[in-house]
């Protein structure tokens, strides 16, 4: 039985802001304020996998992931403006730094296939490619922070490694597995056949959003988004 929605987002938000670097990047990522963000992805997703495997010492992520939505200026100028912004307050943080508005423009060519534009950042992370990793985060203006979790966060919690099946190829998905030594890092990690999604859901069906209050992309990259 899974555990109701606002725990795991309560436990998240816990283990956010007990991290100096995912605070910190928030904080970066509010003050310079693209349209529509979130940070999100695997930074997320190591976070929480770390701590569920006791990591006294965790890796530190290779970078943060940064996507915002902005439908009125889709050209790549737009993406390095936000990218030397929030580098220039924070240069250590590896940034990684996606306008989800335009993902369609270049997509077929580095996939080839023709995808829908996206309608918001919500709608972007609810395409990414495990259901550990669709999850975005952002800091409001009140100190809370907002989680949206199209996939919910069952599997981030329960260690599992899911593909999600809105975008991501079966062989994309065994690709990214291999690539991030996902068994060898977190071997309490159960990783799923890319065919594995019980039949009567949909893939991310819905929207979670919750609040928990507290008392450029430089290269087309060879895999997805901003996952």
Same mark, same amino acid.
């Given at each position: 039985?899974?555990?109701?929605?606002?725990?795991?987002?309560?436990?998240?938000?816990?283990?956010?802001?007990?991290?100096?670097?995912?605070?910190?990047?928030?904080?970066?990522?509010?003050?310079?304020?693209?349209?529509?963000?979130?940070?999100?992805?695997?930074?997320?997703?190591?976070?929480?996998?770390?701590?569920?495997?006791?990591?006294?010492?965790?890796?530190?992520?290779?970078?943060?992931?940064?996507?915002?939505?902005?439908?009125?200026?889709?050209?790549?100028?737009?993406?390095?403006?936000?990218?030397?912004?929030?580098?220039?307050?924070?240069?250590?943080?590896?940034?990684?730094?996606?306008?989800?508005?335009?993902?369609?423009?270049?997509?077929?060519?580095?996939?080839?296939?023709?995808?829908?534009?996206?309608?918001?950042?919500?709608?972007?992370?609810?395409?990414?490619?495990?259901?550990?990793?669709?999850?975005?985060?952002?800091?409001?203006?009140?100190?809370?922070?907002?989680?949206?979790?199209?996939?919910?966060?069952?599997? %981030?919690?329960?260690?599992?490694?899911?593909?999600?099946?809105?975008?991501?190829?079966?062989?994309?998905?065994?690709?990214?597995?291999?690539?991030?030594?996902?068994?060898?890092?977190?071997?309490?990690?159960?990783? %799923?056949?890319?065919?594995?999604?019980?039949?009567?859901?949909?893939?991310?069906?819905?929207?979670?959003?919750?609040?928990?209050?507290?008392?450029?992309?430089?290269?087309?990259?060879?895999?997805?988004?901003?996952?």
């Amino acid at each position: 039985m899974s555990e109701p929605l606002d725990d795991f987002t309560s436990r998240l938000t816990k283990l956010v802001r007990s991290s100096p670097l995912l605070m910190r990047a928030l904080r970066v990522a509010r003050t310079v304020d693209a349209p529509d963000w979130f940070i999100g992805g695997t930074v997320i997703r190591d976070r929480v996998w770390d701590h569920l495997h006791s990591s006294a010492q965790p890796r530190p992520s290779r970078d943060v992931d940064l996507a915002f939505f902005d439908p009125c200026s889709l050209e790549g100028e737009r993406e390095l403006r936000v990218q030397r912004e929030v580098s220039a307050q924070a240069p250590d943080i590896c940034w990684e730094v996606t306008n989800q508005a335009s993902v369609h423009l270049w997509y077929p060519q580095v996939f080839g296939v023709e995808v829908e534009p996206l309608t918001s950042c919500a709608d972007a992370v609810a395409t990414w490619p495990e259901t550990a990793t669709a999850i975005g985060i952002r800091l409001l203006g009140d100190d809370s922070i907002e989680v949206v979790a199209p996939c919910g966060l069952d599997d %981030l919690f329960g260690l599992i490694c899911r593909r999600n099946p809105r975008r991501v190829t079966e062989e994309q998905y065994r690709r990214r597995v291999d690539s991030k030594q996902i068994a060898r890092r977190w071997p309490r990690v159960r990783v %799923l056949d890319p065919l594995d999604w019980p039949k009567s859901q949909t893939p991310c069906p819905a929207l979670f959003k919750r609040r928990a209050s507290r008392a450029g992309r430089r290269s087309i990259r060879a895999e997805l988004g901003a996952a």
